[in-house]
C-alpha cells in the first residue's frame, strides 16, 4: 500500500528522477522483472512497466496512463485444485524423470501460472502467448549448465524436444509459451504444438510457418504479438537473413513478441543474454529488435521477420 501512496500523484515521464521512480522499479524487481534500479525513467522502466500491465491485466491494460488504476487493482491470485490437477495432468505427458524432486519448483510455479491467468481476459491465442512468454521473464530463468536447467529441461520438453540432448532451446521456448497458452485454456496439453511447427530449429520457425510476416509489416501490426520473431545471429553477416526468407536454413535465433515499440518490437527470448543468442549462461530475457542503435540495430538488420499462426 506504500508504493501506491507514493505514486498516486504521480505521472512518469521520460527523464524524471527521484524516490518515486526508485519505488516504482524495486517493486517491479520484486515482481521477478529484469530491472536496474536506478531511479531514473527511462526507456527500460517504460518497457517494464507496460509489461507489468499486460501480465497483470492483459492487453486491454497495457497503458502508461492508467498504471495507478492497475497498480490500486494489483491483488495476488491464490492457486486452489484445480490449477494443482491441471499441473498433475500436464506432468503426467512428460518423461519420468522430469518428476524427479529437482523439478517440483517448476510444477509449483506453474500452477501459479494458471492461477495468475484466471485474472486475465487476453480473447486472442497470441495474446495468450506473449502473456506466457511475459509470465516466464518473471522466474528468472537461466541454465544450470548450458543448455540445461530444471525450467530448461521442461521448456525443451514443452516444446518437443529431448532436454538429456542439451541442444540450444531458444526455437524451443516458443513452442514451449505456444503450448502453456493452450494449456492454460483447456486444463491439458493434449497438443504439444498447436498451430505451430515442432522444431527446434529458429529458422525453421520461419520456413514452415503458413502466415509468416515481412520485418516491415511486423513492426506496424498488432497481430505480430504472440508471434516468433526470427532473425539471423548477430555476429554473421546481414545476408543471412535473406538465406532464410528464400527458404533455406541459416544459424538464427527467436524469440516472442510481446509489444510494438517505436519502428520495432520488444521480444522474449529463451537461451538469450538479453542482448543476443548465449551460448554458454542461457536466460529467459527480453530483446529490442529496432531500427535505433546498438544491439537492436544488429538485430534488426538481421531480421527475417515474424511467424504467427
Known amino acids: 500500500m506504500s508504493l501506491i501512496t507514493d505514486l498516486v500523484q504521480v505521472e512518469f515521464e521520460d527523464g524524471d528522477q527521484g524516490a518515486s521512480v526508485r519505488s516504482l522499479q524495486e517493486y517491479f524487481s520484486e515482481c521477478g522483472f529484469p530491472i536496474t534500479v536506478d531511479g531514473i525513467y527511462g526507456p527500460q522502466t517504460r518497457r517494464v512497466l507496460r509489461m507489468w500491465q499486460f501480465v497483470r491485466f492483459g492487453a486491454g491494460a497495457v497503458d502508461e496512463d492508467s498504471f495507478v488504476t492497475t497498480l490500486m487493482m494489483a491483488e495476488e491470485a491464490e492457486v486452489d485444485s484445480e490449477d494443482e490437477l491441471a499441473v498433475v495432468s500436464l506432468m503426467a505427458t ?16 506453474l500452477a501459479k501460472m494458471r492461477a495468475d491467468y484466471r485474472s486475465v481476459e487476453t480473447h486472442k491465442f497470441g495474446c495468450d502467448v506473449a502473456w506466457v512468454s511475459i509470465w516466464l521473464l518473471t522466474q528468472s530463468i537461466q541454465e544450470a549448465s548450458q543448455n540445461r536447467g530444471p525450467w530448461v529441461d521442461v521448456i525443451v520438453e514443452l516444446g518437443g524436444g529431448d532436454h538429456l540432448k542439451a541442444d540450444p532451446w531458444c526455437a524451443r521456448f516458443v513452442t514451449a509459451c505456444r503450448v502453456l497458452a493452450s494449456w492454460l485454456r483447456s486444463d491439458v496439453a493434449k497438443d504439444k504444438s498447436p498451430k505451430f511447427p515442432r522444431t527446434g530449429s529458429a529458422s525453421q520457425l520461419w520456413i514452415l510457418s503458413s502466415s509468416p510476416l515481412t520485418r516491415g509489416d511486423a513492426a506496424c501490426m498488432m497481430g505480430s504479438i504472440g508471434g516468433a520473431f526470427v532473425r539471423s545471429r548477430t555476429n554473421k553477416p546481414e545476408w543471412h537473413a535473406q538465406v532464410i526468407r528464400d527458404g533455406e536454413p541459416m544459424p538464427g535465433h527467436t524469440g516472442v513478441v510481446v509489444d510494438l515499440e517505436g519502428n520495432g518490437f520488444v521480444g522474449i527470448a529463451g537461451n538469450s543474454s538479453g542482448s543476443g543468442h548465449s551460448k554458454s549462461s542461457g536466460a529467459v530475457a527480453v530483446e529490442l529488435l529496432a531500427p535505433t542503435s546498438g544491439h537492436a540495430m544488429r538485430a534488426w538488420d538481421r531480421l527475417v521477420g515474424v511467424a504467427t499462426e
Do not use: C, I, N
Open 94 to 109: 512428460m518423461r519420468e524423470e522430469l518428476l524427479d524432486e529437482q523439478y517440483d519448483g517448476v510444477w509449483a510455479s
